[in-house]
């Protein structure tokens, strides 16, 4: 017996995202991977075009987030801040025993994990305004020249604790307390919504977080 | 409307006409005019009454820096007229005054206050009798103050957005030293922010008659990068962190690099009523000439001390406003550059004279001018008296992030001396004053700040050369610390400080600078001592006889500008947590409410009910803020059994045991239950408020004791229902496949199973005594595991309960609560539970050293149980008394129990009285409760329900 | 009080980031006396000047480190991490 009932079983019902209360209302839902999600709100144009020229946030809890603890490469150097590429997600380091894999990551070589996927909630801001958004409620020095793309931050997130990943060059993660979810989805909304954003869908938010080539492709 | 011919540079737009309403009438207006340079091109001279005498006060500063023309505008007090724009369509209204400005019941307190309105009136008049101070209190507080806020407003009404600003360079102030400065770091290679509280930066460049210079400088700032922040005032300094408040903005900058280039504050002059409407500073009259063409007075007599003053003078002229004299404090003035210009232009300048009496009733009507050493005495009529006493820099914000000062006395002011790493000065605060050195000197600033972040300039050298080191000292005299005799001589015209209280204050030995302050109020107003530190300072040293390096000055605190509070509450977002289950407590209209940083479900409108149903067929509670820890690694065993008294590290694969947690004194800081999965891996819950301490608390001694162990907190990550009563392993039975039966899932055992398709760990614990499960999954799948049960144990009577029932199932049990039933002293033995502490273990657990030094005694007081006859519920926190009467103890929990029939409770105990049966006396106020102490739980004593 | 703080694990952020855990005590040994544990349970040096103290990335990393501040100015000269 180990600690399996952290990780949400496979055929079980359906997953509700803890920021389901606020990200939820007037959304489209789909099941997707076990999870409902937020498909859009209804408007998937004018979504894409908040995150390519206001700012778009989306509730993204259901990716797949996991404490990696022990020794190996994956660990990386909590010093360079910065987030390494694995398979489909990211390995962030914290320490130099511990990182934290958030999205498809796929299995590390070394080291134990621990699920946490229903731990932390995850918000994914795009668009021109989002460093603005998110100077409105954290501390954290998002400028390019100490943050660049793929920059990884633990810290403070609406006076809640948090880590910040700057995805692309317009494009953040925000990963947070799940308890914390439908407060984060309000201060985001809050904050966004002043600069002229709106909430989207999780398609809108993945296509405007991808690096460019993969747009390119894809279109 | 009376306006001036057109000025070069002028603000307003005269094309755009607006009005707005002030005190109930309608005024004219310009686009780019301020409240106060409106009322005053349409005849308005008086713009408030004082704080304390009432008497008129009227345009000082004509910049937002004073307290004199504080108003209210559309239901907000304290808006400073002469700084705020005026819009079409606002409400104006005055403040401190009735039943009108013009006529004000209370100045009568100027004209008969006589010995009432002394310095230290109050603190010497009405301590007695002290059972008034009420009654006092109410008037005088009718009396004073500045402004009236509504009774009531719109709740968060106020919407102030927080903004983080990370940059290299933040320059405080948009005069020309710091657009320079702003323009050159910028240009190097640095993120710079400048921030300003003008409309536009330019500062004293925009009025005299450099408006073209400082456009071309904002561009070249602009241009450069620099974010130009208007109308924004920098508040503090607090510890590198800036404050930066700009309309409904708060702008917190963090600079790694700070220039301070706030400019100079014009001195006033303290002389016999030198408070009428008409004194003004002579850069006030200037301003509003120049910036919004409105006449500052019709006949002008201006007095200085310096030749800012006598610049000033011809702008005036310049203006078509007739000056009748100009009074230079310097003796010598005869061969001076301006005084000779102001001759030519026929103004007679009288060298050696300064005001020594104001004239006129409700404003200026005439002033005399006499020499501080006496003799020559001059009466000249005139309705605007502009005065120019020297300029101090504005060095509030560079002293509060620890910059120090000296005086200087050729230049009759404060500079700076000493700077803090990280802050650089230009301008008048690094003691450049006229604009082409200034300017050179926010260069080189710029530069200094960009080079010391690694963005060089080759040509540094040359910028210092270009200053030539030292500047020679402007020729400033310094002016009396007062002149004349007749009249109210006003050092802090805020507070209505006069020279007499401050002169009383030094007599009554209050004669340091921070004692008089605080005695007397003088600096503490609204203007922050902008315009009476200096004056202060220099009337101490004129009374104590100390020189004014000795005398020193206070740090003004922040804010150095005034801010509504509004804008430091916040944004109206609570950092609530909810658990996964939540959205069912609102389905079920449960009463929600705050525990610790939690929401929770406190009940579901009927907890006594909600109770019953657990003792007679289930009820399932959401415990998921439970704190819940998964402790890793070879090592975890160990470190567990050095953090808890009692074993933890034999504890089996699929067992449970309770634990307390210990601080080195042995005193109990939380508790909760240890489980251990697998022979390496251990899952830890701890209180619901306790889950953040306890992470803290393991992972600092593992990281102290090094061992091979992971902590993680997963408190978040798992919902938790608690499923109890009679009936619930029937429930559970219907909606899980594991065999469910007391032989193979008995008290204290720990299994893994899907309930309801969940892949779930079950606890088999009971905090509320009835036969209990308290199932943990992962918190995506918590409402479907509640929905789960709550389906399946709707025909059998399963209802959800709250925190409120739980606290009163738990309260039969006598199962103690951390914090509530136990205090900063409470040890083990003082929790009545000896058993846990196992002094055999070999392990050095945390408490052990303290415990052992307390094991043979008998604690000085002891939890128990107990019951009131009489069917009143003590308050918690009631005292126990001892035998002989004296308070011993305290009632740290009480309730109505109606399964057990009678008001039940928990309370520590002098030792003497814990004994069963004992009786105790409860003094709660007014009321003396008996009850009867009982070590016992009140519900199932010996555990059979539990373990059945 | 907003000084900041180098975390030696995520780099430089606000004091509010982190937990304080007191100054760097020497814990008993063996078998304490009375007095030995008093002092050591009770008794803090407070020194107006550098010390050496606890601190716990409470909002990032979750590790402790021990940092030297000088307490007079809220200077913090190093930071380091521990094991």
Known sequence: MSADFLTLAVGGPIARSPLAEGSHRGAELEERDGWQVVASYGDAAGESRACRETVGWADLSHLAKAELSGTGAWLGSPADGVATRRGDGWACPLTPRRALLLGDTGTPPDGVTLDLTSSLGAISIAGPEARETIARFCAIDTRAATLPPLGFRPGSIARTPGYLLREGEDAFLLVFGAAYGAYMWEVVADAGGRLGGRPVGVDAARLAAAPREEVASDA | ?948 | MSYLLTCPNCGTREVTDFGFGGEVAKRPSGSPGRRELNTYNYFRHNVAGVQREWWYHRSGCRAWFIAERDTTTNRVLKTEAVG
């Open chain 2, 1 to 948: 409307m009376s306006r001036l011919a057109v000025q070069p540079g002028e603000r307003i737009d005269r094309s755009r006409p607006l009005s707005f309403s002030y005190d109930g009438k309608q005024v004219a207006g310009y686009e780019g005019d301020t409240i106060a340079s409106a009322l005053y091109a349409a005849g308005r001279r008086i713009f408030s009454r004082s704080f304390k005498y009432h008497r008129p006060r009227g345009e000082i500063c004509g910049c937002g820096q004073c307290a004199n023309s504080l108003v209210d505008v559309d239901g907000s007090p304290g808006v400073r007229a002469c700084g705020e724009p005026a819009r079409a369509g606002m409400t104006v209204t005055h403040l401190n005054a009735w039943p009108s400005l013009e006529f004000d019941v209370m100045s009568a307190t100027d004209r008969f206050g006589g010995r009432f309105t002394q310095v230290g009136f109050y603190y010497k008049t009405f301590i007695r009798p002290r059972r008034l101070w009420p009654v006092y209190e109410k008037v005088l507080r009718s009396a004073a103050g500045l402004g009236r806020l509504r009774e009531r407003q719109a709740e968060r009404e106020w919407e102030t957005e927080y903004r983080r600003r990370h940059c290299d360079v933040l320059v405080i102030g948009g005069g020309v030293a710091g657009l320079a400065a702003a323009a050159r770091a910028a240009e190097l290679g640095a993120d710079v922010v400048l921030c300003d509280e003008d409309v536009e930066p330019g500062g004293a460049l925009l009025f005299e008659g450099g408006h073209e210079r400082a456009g071309e400088l904002a561009e070249q700032a602009r241009a450069a990068g620099v974010e130009i922040l208007s109308r924004a005032a920098a508040i503090g300094f607090f510890d590198g962190l800036v404050p930066v408040v700009q309309g409904s903005v708060l702008h917190q900058v963090r600079a790694a690099r700070t220039i301070v280039a706030a400019g100079t504050i014009q001195q006033p002059l303290v002389f016999g009523d030198n408070d009428l409407p008409g004194v003004m500073l002579s850069g006030g009259a200037r301003r509003l000439g120049a910036l919004y063409g409105v006449a500052p007075g019709s006949t002008a007599v201006v007095a200085t001390v310096d030749d800012r003053g006598l610049d000033d003078a011809l702008a005036l002229v310049g203006m078509g406003i007739e000056l009748r004299a100009v009074a230079d404090l310097r003796a010598d003035v005869s061969g001076g550059l301006l005084a000779g210009r102001l001759r030519d232009a026929g103004v007679e300048v009288l060298g050696g004279l300064t005001p020594a009496r104001g004239h006129g009733r409700r404003a200026l009507e005439a002033i005399t001018l006499a020499s501080p050493q006496g003799g020559k005495e001059r009466r000249i009529d005139c309705d605007l008296l502009a005065v120019s006493a020297g300029a101090a820099p504005a060095l509030s914000l560079a002293l509060q992030g620890g910059a120090r000062a000296e005086y200087d006395g050729t230049r009759a002011a404060f500079r700076l001396t000493e700077l803090p790493e990280g802050m650089f000065a230009a301008g008048s605060a690094a003691g450049y004053e006229d604009g082409e050195s200034a300017e050179h000197s926010g260069l080189l600033a710029g530069a200094e700040a960009a080079g010391s972040l690694g963005h060089h300039h080759s040509g540094l050298r040359e910028e210092q050369g270009k200053l030539g080191g030292e500047r020679p000292a402007p020729k400033v005299a310094t002016p009396p610390a007062y002149s004349g005799e007749g009249g109210k001589a006003f050092v802090d015209l805020d507070e209505d400080v006069t020279v007499k209280d401050v002169k009383q204050a030094v007599a009554e030995g209050f004669d340091s600078l921070e004692l008089s302050k605080r005695y007397t109020t003088v600096t503490m107003g609204p203007s922050q001592g902008r315009f009476s530190q200096l004056p202060s300072a220099r009337l101490i040293a004129a009374e104590t006889g100390l020189d004014l390096e000795t005398v020193g000055l206070t740090t003004a605190r922040p804010p150095w500008t005034s801010v509504p509070l509004g804008v430091l509450a916040g944004r109206p977002f609570e950092a609530a947590k909810r658990s996964p289950v939540h959205a069912r407590h609102k389905d079920l209209d449960a009463s929600v409410r705050w525990a610790g940083d939690w929401l929770r479900a406190y009940d579901y409108g009927d907890p006594e009910a909600e109770t019953r149903a657990v003792h007679e067929g289930a009820g399932v509670i959401d415990v998921s803020t439970l704190g819940k820890l998964i402790v890793r690694g070879p090592q975890a065993g160990e470190l567990l059994d050095r953090l808890y008294p009692n074993r933890i590290s034999n504890l089996a694969p699929g067992r449970i045991r309770y634990g307390v947690l210990l601080s080195d004194a042995g005193r109990i800081t939380d508790d909760g239950t240890i489980c251990r999965l697998d022979e390496e891996t251990f899952y830890v819950t701890t209180t619901s408020s306790g889950a953040g301490a306890v992470e803290q608390w393991f992972t600092w001694w593992l990281a102290d004791w090094g061992l091979d162990a992971t902590v993680t907190d997963v408190t978040q990550g798992l919902a938790a229902i608690n499923l109890a009563g009679p009936r619930a392993r029937e429930i559970l039975a219907r909606v899980t496949d594991l065999d469910v039966t007391n032989e193979s899932f008995s008290y204290l055992d720990a299994k893994q199973a899907k309930v309801g398709g969940v892949d779930c760990l079950l606890l088999r614990i009971g905090f509320v005594g009835e036969l209990g499960y308290e199932i943990h999954c992962a918190g995506a799948h918590g409402q479907a595991l509640w929905d789960a049960l709550t389906e399946a144990g709707a025909d059998l009577g399963v209802k959800p309960f709250g925190l409120e029932p739980q606290r009163v199932l738990r309260l039969q049990k006598l199962h103690i609560i951390v914090g509530q039933d136990t205090d900063s002293e409470s040890t083990p033995y003082v929790a009545a539970m000896p058993w846990i502490v196992k002094l055999d273990k070999e392990q050095e657990f945390i408490g052990r050293w303290a415990l052992e030094q307390r094991q043979d005694q008998v604690p000085p007081v002891e939890l128990v149980g107990f019951r009131c006859a009489d069917g009143t519920v003590p308050t918690e926190g009631a005292v126990v008394l001892a035998r002989n009467g004296s308070p011993a103890g305290e009632v740290t929990s009480a309730r109505f129990s109606a399964k057990v029939d009678s008001v039940i409770g928990m309370a520590r105990v002098p030792s003497a009285l814990a004994e069963e049966g004992a009786r105790i006396s409860i003094s709660d106020g007014d009321r003396r409760i008996e009850a009867v102490v009982t070590k016992k739980p009140f519900f199932d004593p010996d555990g059979e329900v539990l373990r059945g």
